[in-house]
Structures are given as structure tokens and as C-alpha cells.
């Protein structure tokens, strides 16, 4: 008896444990000099220097790394990897720095986390160092680092959407507008995207949504903007896209692989995916049998993406800011780039490595990612941008599964999004 | 008459063993109470703590006291209700199939047959394999079009091909509760096979002897005698279940009515950084589980004191 008691109050305590581990962050954390933010000084390439950033799956990093040290005999960096999904990396890497971890020196942080690390005091201001070089820079990617008057980050590499098509079943032309692309799609093999329920989804709408011109935050992101006729509009059009059956059911399940594998299975004349999908998609049985393009007009309007990639970011806590804003120009160099762009696939933020014959080379559509990228919106900029997307991904797959008509999601998305931006 | 004698034994403990004794034995549990209090009692309160507070997710450092607001909040929103009600559905479905299967697989590795140590081993494997990792191949299997459980659906020409597993509601909690008993059903059956294996057999010779047959015999002895065993596997496997996360979180992220205390908790700490709300979200799952396991003690625990008098 006395046992089980025993027995049945761990197993409660263990409970509680397993779950308050995930929220042991210290409440003054942040650190106090942090609020009024400090510049980074002239980039000096010496001392250790460490980079934290998502897995290097193709030794592109290590490259980077290996250049600057040889380049540099007084630096020293290193590269530590962080897991492959983004939701960890800034699990581990808020870990670090609410402990004011000096670690990390160079943050490899995507490219919706900017504000939120701003407004925390984690990364220094970069503005000098980025004005310096500013015409280097597509300038979509140049906003994905601007919060509050300020550069936080340089831009590492970019990231938009594509459509994938089937040539031999739909042709070589690209498809003319999304409505056209769904028609087809639905007298054919369907459209796949990323349909579940998280970040993906977000984009995948918002694609739509700023195609359509419509918006989910006003500009300085303190109002939702959510509730429009264009919203309505992206959702029913979506909804339909279900329902008739131009986007099977099963797009409610897929992330960016399941589409793909999907796509290269046969299942889809039309994918929305990320750029990463066509070296891949070039080692299948599709090899021959597809091509991109940027997105198509939607209505009337032309077609908008929404930005990806990374920024690198220096920590606050960074023994060595200027060795670190060293390393973070050199990895932003054409040079790097380059190598990164046609070794990775990772879409380079320098306009003119997309001329560079190795990158030609690598990535035969390199001036249409370019387009795409130039074409693409950042996602909303705001601290609170993890619970806007929740908002957002909610809603719509509410509707996407039929549990809520776009009248009701788009109200409901609104009124979520402006309580997300008034959180204390 | 029963609580006299019960009175009456207690007082004899009491004075069997003196004052002086009593404080020693204090003394010698200290230590293990100083680091109960620390790796327990201090997260447990820090953890209330953090959920009586607003912390700012704009401006560094900043917080505020915000007293039950973050509870008001957690209990005013139909997130959490629904949560309860997904956690408890998973909990009473998995854990019923968990004991039926594993009851089953104790009774055939009781048996004694040739490679019975091997079978032991075997069906010990997935509850080795790390939840997570099951959970991906849960996942795999389940992929529509693509998946190993549509492919053999439709190779055999059976319903379900079309369904898309993981993408409507009661299909999604089903793959849930079926990659849930394939990983801990094994565990269930060591409890039970441990029950199993202190049950002397003279109790069933002697039954055979009068005649009772295998039915009579597994009613009238193997079953009140595994209660304990049982009990205790219950018990572990509820409260392990009430605060699922890694299924769900890899499966469904959450999505089509599988979104568990412990994934809602996660999502509000770690995603949305709101350190007070999902503080108490994790205070509200460990009052929930705590509340099962004294509901548990007080009903069938009383059943073990009894047969312990029986004897």
C-alpha cells in the first residue's frame, strides 16, 4: 500500500517535472545593459570566434569556416550545429542566451525570430555594418533584419517559394494564375503544398494572401489587419481547392517532405515547395519531368512570396563582438556565398552571385530565384510573431478540414493575431 | 471492529518503537529529504511561482505579479477544456487496450515452452525503441498514398486505403492509442508476468486437485491475486499517459483533436514564450494527475488492504 502511494505520487511529480523543465527560464534573464542595445564596433578578424546554426547537411558551413580561418591567422572560429528543425535551434539558442551564455558568438537565426531576439536585448545592432554594404544586398532580404529603426542582422541566406510542374503532363508553359494552375490541377493529378497544421501552413497562406494584396498586420505590426475581404477571398479559394479536390485531403498532413515525396511519387501535377526540393527532385524518378517558376498572377495581381532563409546575428553576450562581425561579413561575402549557393542549394542574398557561373551551374534557375526572392514579403515583424502564426495556421486549417467557414476563420484570426500583439 | 484492531496494532508500533528511535530515524532520512526538497519541492514551487507571473515578451526582464489570471485564462479557454478531454479519451482507450494485450502476453510468457526466454526479449523490443523514434514511423507508415498501412490496405483491397490516417479527427487519435499500445503493452506485460510469477503453484495444484478448471483456476486465483501487480501497472501507465506529449507532438502536431495538457503546456512555454501562462498549464496537468493517482488509491487501493486480510 504504502508502496503504491509512493509509487503513484512519483510518477505525478515526475509529471510536473517533465513539464516544468520546459519552462525553466530564469525570469531576469534578458540581461539589464540589453535594453538600451550595444553597437558592435569595427569588425576585427581575431580571436574565437564561434558560429551556432541548424546542421550543416553539406559541409557548406564547414567550408566557410575553413576559408575564414585560412584567411585569418589570428581568428580562430569554430561552427557548432544545432538541430535540423528550426523550432529547436531557437529552443537551444534562447536557451543560451537567457542564461547570458557567451557561447555562441555568431546566431544563425531565421529570419522571423529578428524582432523577438531585438526587442529581448540578445543581439547587438549592426547598423553601421550593414549600411556599409547595403547595394550589395537583394533588398526584400535586407527587411527581414530591420526592427524598430535598426539593422539586427546580415542576411545569410534567403529562401522562397516555387511551383513545381510536371512538363509531361501539363506541358512546358508555366502555369498563367493560380486559379488556372488549381483548374488544372483538379481536372489532373492535383496540387500538393504544405497543409498542416504549423509555420508551413502560415506561408503557404500568406503567399496567397500578399498575392492577393491583403496583409494579417499593418505595417508597424500594432494592429491586425486580418479581417478583409482578401483574406476571405485566399480562404475560400483554398477551402474550394479541398473540397473539389485540386489539393487532395492529404495535403492536411503534409510538411515540405511529405509534398515532395508525394510530388515524386506521382502524386501531383503541381507542388508548392521550397527551392531545396529541385536538387533532390533531380535525383528522382521525375528527374526529367519537371520545372519551376515563380509564383503566377492570383487575380489580377502578380504574384508575391513570402521570405525565408537565415540572418546572422551577433549575440549580446559575445566576448569577442568584433572578430564576430568579422566572420559574419566574410560568410556574407560574394565569395561564400557562392560556395554556399551552389554547394547547399541555399539561396545566396547578394544579387550578383546569381550571375556567377558556378551558381548558374548549380542552380540552372538561379534567375528565377532571384525573381522569387525579389518578388517575396517578409512574414509579420513583431515579437509576438510566433502566436501571429499560430493564429494564422489555426484558422486556417479550421478551414481547410471544414470545421469553420473563411467568414468565421477570417474574424477569428483577426481577433486572435490582435491579442497576440497586445501580450504584455 | 476492523478499525479497532486497526487502532489497536497501531498503538502497539507506536510503542514498540520508542521516541528515541523515532528521532533517529528522522535523522537518518534527513539527507534523503534535503535532496527530495531540492530536485522536487524547489521546481515544483518555482514553478507555481512563474505561473503566478507575467513575464513581458517585448521588453527584457520585465515582469509582473498577475495573482490567478494566468489560471482564469487557462480555465476560460475552450483550448484547455479540450485538451482535458483529448488527454483523459487517450488515457482511458490506450490504457484499457494496453492491459488487455498485456495481460494476454504476461499469461503466454508464463507459460513454460521451449524459447520462452527468447520470446521475453522480443516482445520487450518496442518499449526499448525511444517514443520519438516510433512516433516517426508511426508516421511513415501512416503517410497517405505512400504509407505502409495504405499500401497493404489497398493491396488487400480493404476499407481505409482512401482515409487519410492522420488527417481526421477520431482517425488520428486512433494511430495515436495504436502507437501507444504497441510501445508500452510490452511494458504492462513485465509488471504482469512479475504478478504472475509470485502466485505459488502449489495454490493451483491444489485447485486442480478439487477439480476447478483453466477458466475457474485464472478467475478464482491468477486474477484476485494479480490485483496488486496490477494495480501498480495501472497506475503507472495512467499517469504516464495523462501527460503524453511525444506522439502527439510528432504524429499530429496537435492538429485534428490531438492536442494533449502536456503539447498545450509546451506550445504557450517554448513556442509562444508565455512563461506564466504555460506555468500554469503545467501546474493545472500536475493537480489533474495527482487528483487521478489519490482517486486511485482511495478506490482500489482500499481493495488491496482487504485482500491483504483476507489471508
Known sequence: MKILRFAAMLAALVALFSIAACGDDDDDGGGEGAADAEKVGEAKAQGDVTWCIGKDTTGAFKTVVENFNKENPKANAKLIELP??????????????????????????????????????????????????????IPSTLETAFYDGKYWAIPFNTNAGFIYWRTDEVGDKPPESWEAMYDTAQKDNGIVYQGARYEGLTVNFLELLYSAGGTVVNDDATEATADSQETRDVLTFMQKGIDDGAAPKAVTTYMEEESRRAFESGNGTYMRNWPYAYALGKESKIADDFAVTTFPKYGE???????????????????????????????????????????????????????????????????????????????????????????????????????????????????????????? | ???????????????????????????????????????????????????????????????????????????????????????????????????????????????????????????????????????????????????????????LGLPGADVVWLGESGYAMAVMVLADVWKTAPFMALLLLAGLQVIPDDVYDAAKVDGAGTWQRFRAITLPLLVPAILVALIFRTLDALRIFDLPFVLTRGSNGTTTLSLLAHQELTTNRLIGLGSALSVLTFVIVMTVSFIYIRTVGGNIRDLAKDD
Open chain 1, 84 to 137: 535540423t528543425a528550426a523550432d529547436e535551434q531557437r529552443r537551444l539558442q534562447i536557451q543560451r542566451l537567457r542564461a547570458e551564455s557567451p557561447e555562441c558568438d555568431v546566431l544563425g537565426m531565421d529570419v522571423v525570430w529578428t524582432a523577438e531576439y531585438a526587442a529581448q536585448g540578445w543581439i547587438t545592432d549592426v547598423t553601421e555594418a550593414v549600411e556599409a554594404r547595403k547595394d550589395e544586398f
Open chain 1, 301 to 424: 495581381n502578380e504574384g508575391a512570396g513570402v521570405l525565408g532563409g537565415y540572418d546572422l546575428a551577433i549575440s549580446a553576450y559575445s566576448e569577442n563582438p568584433e572578430g564576430a562581425l568579422a566572420f559574419a561579413n566574410f560568410a556574407t561575402s560574394p565569395e561564400a556565398q557562392a560556395i554556399q549557393a551552389s554547394q547547399a542549394s541555399l539561396p545566396a542574398v547578394l544579387t550578383d552571385v546569381y550571375e556567377d557561373p558556378t551558381v548558374t551551374k548549380a542552380l540552372p534557375f538561379a534567375s528565377e530565384l532571384r525573381d522569387a526572392v525579389e518578388q517575396a514579403k517578409p512574414r509579420p515583424v513583431t515579437p509576438v510573431y510566433p502566436q501571429v502564426s499560430e493564429a494564422v495556421y489555426n484558422n486556417v486549417f479550421a478551414v481547410l478540414q471544414g470545421d469553420m467557414t473563411p467568414d468565421e476563420a477570417a474574424t477569428k484570426m483577426n481577433e486572435e493575431i490582435q491579442t497576440a500583439l497586445e501580450t504584455f
Open chain 2, 1 to 155: 471492529m476492523e478499525a479497532a484492531t486497526a487502532r489497536i496494532s497501531r498503538r502497539q508500533e507506536r510503542r514498540r518503537y520508542g521516541s528515541g528511535e523515532r528521532r533517529l530515524a528522522a535523522l537518518m532520512l534527513s539527507p534523503a529529504m534535503v535532496v527530495i526538497a531540492l530536485v522536487a519541492a524547489y521546481p515544483i514551487g518555482y514553478a507555481i511561482w512563474l505561473s503566478l507571473n507575467e513575464y513581458s515578451v517585448r521588453v527584457p526582464g520585465l515582469s509582473r505579479f498577475a495573482g490567478f489570471k494566468n489560471y482564469s485564462e487557462a480555465l476560460g479557454s475552450s483550448e484547455f477544456w479540450d485538451a482535458v478531454v483529448t488527454t483523459f479519451l487517450f488515457t482511458g482507450i490506450s490504457v484499457s487496450l494496453e492491459f488487455l494485450v498485456g495481460l494476454g502476453m504476461a499469461l503466454a510468457m508464463h507459460e513454460a515452452f521451449r524459447g520462452r526466454a527468447l520470446l521475453r526479449t522480443v516482445v520487450l523490443v518496442p518499449w526499448a525503441v525511444l517514443t520519438v523514434v516510433s512516433a516517426i514511423t508511426w508516421r511513415t507508415i501512416f503517410e497517405p498514398n505512400l504509407g505502409l498501412a495504405t499500401q497493404v490496405l489497398s493491396t
